[in-house]
C-alpha cells in the first residue's frame, strides 16, 4: 500500500492560510476554487469584467501560493509538484 502523497495532506495548511489572506482573496478562491462556481459567475457577483475576475482570481492564487510557501513550508520538486511541507495548527476559535 502506497504512502500518501503530500500534496494530499496539504489540506491541513488550507484553513489557516485562507484565513490569513484579504477578503477579496478568500472570496475569490472560495468561490471558484472552492465552491466550484465559475469565474463568469464570479465576475457577476462583483460587478467585474470576467477578464477582471480571471485577473482577481489569479493574484489570489498567486498569493495563496506564497502563504503556503511561506507559512507551511511547502517545498516543490523540479516537476513543480508539492515534495514537502510543515503542518500549522489551526487558528484557535473566536
Known amino acids: 500500500q502506497d504512502a500518501p502523497l503530500p500534496v494530499d495532506d496539504l489540506s491541513q495548511c488550507l484553513p489557516r492560510v485562507l484565513a490569513e489572506l ?9 468561490f471558484c476554487d472552492i465552491a466550484g462556481r465559475s469565474q463568469q459567475a ?4 462583483l460587478g467585474l469584467s470576467l477578464s477582471g475576475a480571471k485577473s482577481r482570481l489569479q493574484r489570489a492564487r498567486q498569493h495563496l501560493r506564497q502563504k503556503m510557501e511561506t ?12 515534495c514537502s511541507f510543515t503542518p500549522r495548527p489551526p487558528l484557535p476559535e473566536q
Open 42 to 45: 464570479l465576475a457577476d457577483l
Open 22 to 30: 484579504t477578503e477579496a482573496d478568500r472570496q475569490a478562491i472560495t
Open 71 to 82: 507559512g507551511c513550508q511547502v517545498r516543490f520538486d523540479e516537476s513543480g509538484s508539492v
